[in-house]
């Protein structure tokens, strides 16, 4: 089965109330939306709880284009990722990653499928793009 996923993270105060949301279209063009809320959290563990989510939801070993406006979560996923494992999960400030705890979800989540990561531009009339943006930032009132 193949996939489509178009996800968005959103916060009201950076931290403060977050949201996050994933609207999932499979090959047989059915879709569907899955969202939730955090209390206390910040735009980018929200970026990166939506495309974790939305890999759980989905069960067989598919092949999941991911489309995504945070190149956090894009850069980090395809090329930052790779270091951070040799490197301990330290960034190249010799620091801990920040938000160690999803990147590693993520990865495992990832590793499940064949993913295609692809960045798409915030708020610039992609009706799927903008439909999760909606949903994550409905889910911070």
Same mark, same amino acid.
């Given at each position: 089965?193949?996939?489509?996923?178009?996800?968005?993270?959103?916060?009201?105060?950076?931290?403060?109330?977050?949201?996050?949301?994933?609207? +999932? +279209?499979?090959? @047989?063009? @059915?879709?569907?939306?899955?969202?939730? =809320?955090?209390? =206390?959290?910040?735009? @980018?563990?929200?970026?990166?709880?939506?495309? +974790?989510?939305?890999?759980?939801?989905?069960?067989?070993?598919?092949?999941?284009?991911?489309?995504?406006?945070?190149?956090?979560?894009?850069?980090?996923?395809?090329?930052?990722?790779?270091?951070?494992?040799?490197?301990?999960?330290?960034?190249?400030?010799?620091?801990?990653?920040?938000?160690?705890?999803?990147?590693?979800?993520?990865?495992?989540?990832?590793?499940?499928?064949? /993913?295609?990561?692809?960045? /798409?531009?915030?708020?610039?009339?992609?009706?799927?793009?903008?439909?999760?943006?909606?949903?994550? /930032?409905?889910?911070?009132?």
């Amino acid at each position: 089965m193949k996939f489509k996923i178009y996800t968005d993270g959103a916060c009201s105060g950076n931290p403060g109330k977050g949201g996050w949301a994933a609207i +999932i +279209i499979d090959s @047989n063009l @059915n879709i569907s939306s899955i969202s939730g =809320s955090v209390k =206390s959290t910040t735009n @980018n563990r929200m970026e990166l709880m939506a495309s +974790i989510m939305a890999l759980k939801k989905i069960k067989k070993k598919s092949e999941i284009t991911i489309y995504t406006d945070s190149k956090y979560v894009k850069d980090g996923i395809t090329v930052w990722i790779k270091k951070w494992k040799l490197n301990n999960w330290k960034g190249s400030n010799k620091k801990q990653v920040k938000n160690k705890d999803l990147w590693i979800k993520l990865d495992n989540s990832s590793l499940k499928h064949k /993913v295609t990561w692809k960045w /798409v531009k915030a708020h610039a009339g992609n009706k799927y793009n903008n439909l999760a943006d909606e949903l994550a /930032v409905s889910e911070t009132k």
